[in-house]
Nanobody
Framework: QVQLIESGGGSVQAGGSLRLSCATS????????MGWFRQAPGKEREFVAC???????YYADSLKGRFTISRDNDKNSVWLQMNSLQPEDTAVYYC??????????????????????WGQGTQVTVSS
């Protein structure tokens, strides 16, 4: 059994920073694609960032320059550094893992359906 556990969420004022963490429990061999998604109330879960199994990093266009993803490949742990946070960033943030190591496009790794395991989510609230 594989589990993803997010932590590091909380409340912060606009302009502040948070660093989210996602730890993997269970046996995983090699490096899998790890992604971050977020979901605000009443909205669809949207792509934030990912690092693929073959070490490509992608970000949602609107978040480039503010968010940074990093990882430990051996442990399949992943972090999301979030800077210059805005109220619009308020959401539940989820980490996710792809099981298949697919030579794929950037768009492929932005699609929720291609991720096989999800964490429980961690709340991020940004106040003005």
């Amino acid at each position: 059994q594989v589990q993803l556990i997010e932590s590091g969420g909380g409340s912060v004022q606009a302009g502040g920073s948070l660093r989210l963490s996602c730890a993997t429990s269970g046996r995983i061999y090699g490096s899998n694609t790890m992604g971050w998604f977020r979901q605000a109330p009443g909205k669809e879960r949207e792509f934030v960032a990912c690092n693929t199994w073959n070490n490509h990093t992608y970000y949602a266009d609107s978040l480039k320059g503010r968010f940074t993803i990093s990882r430990d490949n051996d442990k399949n742990s992943v972090w999301l550094q979030m800077n210059s946070l805005q109220p619009e960033d308020t959401a539940v943030y989820y980490c996710a893992m792809e099981f298949l190591r697919v030579p794929a496009s950037e768009i492929y790794h932005q699609q929720r359906e291609n991720y096989d395991e999800w964490g429980q989510g961690t709340q991020v609230t940004v106040s003005s």
